[in-house]
T-cell receptor, first 115, second 118 residues
Framework: AQTVTQSQPEMSVQEAETVTLSCTYD???????LFWYKQPPSRQMILVIR??????QNATENRFSVNFQKAAKSFSLKISDSQLGDAAMYFC????????????FGAGTRLTVKP | DADVTQTPRNRITKTGKRIMLECSQT?????MYWYRQDPGLGLRLIYY???????NKGEISDGYSVSRQAQAKFSLSLESAIPNQTALYFC?????????????????FGEGSRLTVL
């Protein structure tokens, strides 16, 4: 079964600084998606960024970028110029393309942004 | 209005009571999912459905049942609630993967239903 590991339960960053959240996953599949979701106190699950496994180029969305290392099964999220609104729980997730299309989530990393 | 709507948003109930959480969507997606979120465990799949006639168990289906009343509606029931079912529950939808170049593969979530079983 696919598993997703986020080894940092909590992280803290100073406003305007850069922070990297770690994620590793385990799979025998070659085609899949990877995601980072943000969950603010409102508890809404908000997609931050996505990556298709067949793409070698790392995805970027404004201040958010990923470091995707397929061979190492690693998918870290970098947040640049951190803002107070970035404070939230961040979930790394993996989804296979076939069969049940189940999305598997890590346990989450709680990010605190200090002013 | 939200594309994926869950009701109720919050519910407190007692052990042994029957509870139904409802989900409706306007995204036109075939696939609907119920997840449960617990601190330190992330989100775990309870049940999923690919269409009205297709219901499948997820990782943690014991103690739960579901009904897909229509393409747009997918409800989760706890027949006899117990305290360890206290959690945040999410409904999610998606289009079919690998069948559309425009499909992003993401899940679209409702706002969550927080259930407390006393």
């Amino acid at each position: 079964a696919q598993t997703v590991t986020q080894s940092q339960p909590e992280m803290s960053v100073q406003e305007a600084e850069t922070v990297t959240l770690s994620c590793t996953y385990d799979t025998s599949e070659s085609d899949y998606y990877l995601f980072w979701y943000k969950q603010p106190p409102s508890r809404q699950m908000i997609l931050v960024i996505r990556q298709e496994a067949y793409k070698q180029q790392n995805a970027t969305e404004n201040r958010f970028s990923v470091n995707f290392q397929k061979a190492a099964k690693s998918f870290s999220l970098k947040i640049s110029d951190s803002q107070l609104g970035d404070a939230a729980m961040y979930f790394c997730a993996y989804r296979i393309l076939y069969n049940n299309n189940d999305m598997r989530f890590g346990a989450g990393t709680r990010l605190t942004v200090k002013p | 209005d939200a594309d994926v709507t869950q009701t109720p948003r919050n519910r407190i109930t007692k052990t042994g009571k029957r509870i139904m959480l409802e989900c409706s969507q306007t995204k036109g997606h075939d696939r609907m999912y119920w997840y449960r979120q617990d601190p330190g465990l992330g989100l775990r799949l309870i049940y999923y459905s690919f269409d009205v006639k297709d219901i499948n168990k997820g990782e943690i289906s014991d103690g739960y049942s579901v009904s897909r009343q229509a393409q747009a509606k997918f409800s989760l029931s706890l027949e006899s609630a117990i305290p360890n079912q206290t959690a945040l529950y999410f409904c999610a939808t998606s289009g079919r993967l690998a069948s559309s170049a425009s499909n992003t593969g993401e899940l679209f979530f409702g706002e969550g239903s927080r259930l407390t079983v006393l």
